[in-house]
């Protein structure tokens, strides 16, 4: 399977350095200390969940809730498309820009420390076609520090621990604006740092949900992206998702997406409309009120 580095270096005129691979069983330990320290969050007091319709939800996990994602949490910051930090969670089939088929499954989980601090977890990147592998760990921290009417402005902070490629990470501001109870616009702006080459990369995600029933939302997403710091990606799809169950202590969200990652791109990419590189996602998240 692709790496998330090989996809940049058929995207881009110059190489990137080869890849490297921690052994599986390193990796798959990592995963088990992390899964372990999520099941500890379970001994926590039981709390309510306030888990209503997903326009309505904030930006940071409510207390004492544990999330288990199989699907993209938000349409921002942890959504990202053609990037290699904040990979979206969830199955994912497209095309890369070489040509080739892809397939990658991520499961993740968070869990809210306080109303306004989140933390969580990639945990199983699991890369299928078109060749298996285990990819990069991802940990992360997400305060919440603005907090007015429909407003919400926090801080993220991402670690990509170097279990397929390179040593990373993010640092972002994710923004939310509740529109109205029944439309919000997800954005924010995220600087992804790689170690191994010292290089950086830009992230300016933009979604826009409307819900549409209490259950089913949708909405366009793009953005710009600059990968380097040398080119210009605009992606452009559409996502939604439809709430099966919830209530003060469960939500069960059924998520979908449909992404040209660089559908407009200036620099080495080659074409400036690229329609043939796309990917669709399908998922699930359940959070519980602990």
């Known amino acids: 399977m692709r790496t998330k580095n090989e996809e940049y270096v058929a995207a881009e ?3 990137y350095p080869e890849t490297k691979r921690l052994p599986c069983s390193m990796a798959v330990c990592t995963a088990g200390a992390t899964l372990l320290l999520s099941a500890l969050c379970l001994s926590a007091p039981p709390s309510a969940s306030a888990q209503g319709p997903a326009v309505q939800r904030g930006l940071t996990l409510p207390a004492r809730t544990l999330r288990i994602d199989v699907g993209p949490s938000d349409d921002a910051i ?8 904040g990979n979206r969670r969830g199955l994912r089939l497209g095309r890369t820009p070489g040509g080739n088929a892809s397939a990658v ?28 592998g285990f990819g990069d760990l991802e940990f992360y921290g997400r305060y919440r520090f603005v907090h007015s009417g429909g407003f919400e402005l926090g801080l993220h902070i991402t670690l990509q621990v ?3 490629t390179d ?17 919000r616009i997800d954005t924010g702006v995220e600087i992804e740092l790689l ?6 990369n830009l992230d300016l995600p933009f979604t826009v949900l409307f819900q549409a029933t209490r259950a089913f939302y949708i909405g366009p997403r793009s953005g ?8 210009l990606w605009v992606p452009l799809g559409l996502t939604g998702g439809y709430t099966v169950h919830a209530s003060r202590r469960v939500a069960v969200d059924l998520t979908g997406a449909f992404t040209w990652p660089a559908f407009f791109a200036t620099g080495g990419f080659g074409d400036a409309v690229n329609p043939g590189y796309f990917e669709a996602l399908l998922g699930v998240n359940l959070a519980f009120g602990l």
């Open 105 to 132: 499954l991520n499961i993740g989980a968070a869990y809210g420390i306080t109303d306004n601090f989140e933390i969580g977890s990639l945990l199983l990147p699991i890369d299928f076609a078109p060749g298996a």
């Open 224 to 231: 710009v992206m600059s990968p380097r710091f040398s080119e």
């Open 167 to 183: 040593l990373g990470f993010g640092f972002a501001l994710p923004m939310r604006y509740r529109i109205s109870n029944a439309a």
């Open 13 to 15: 005129a110059s190489a």
């Open 162 to 164: 170097p279990t397929n």
């Open 195 to 200: 170690v191994d080459d010292t290089r950086a």
């Open 78 to 85: 942890l959504d990202g498309v053609g990037m290699e930090i």
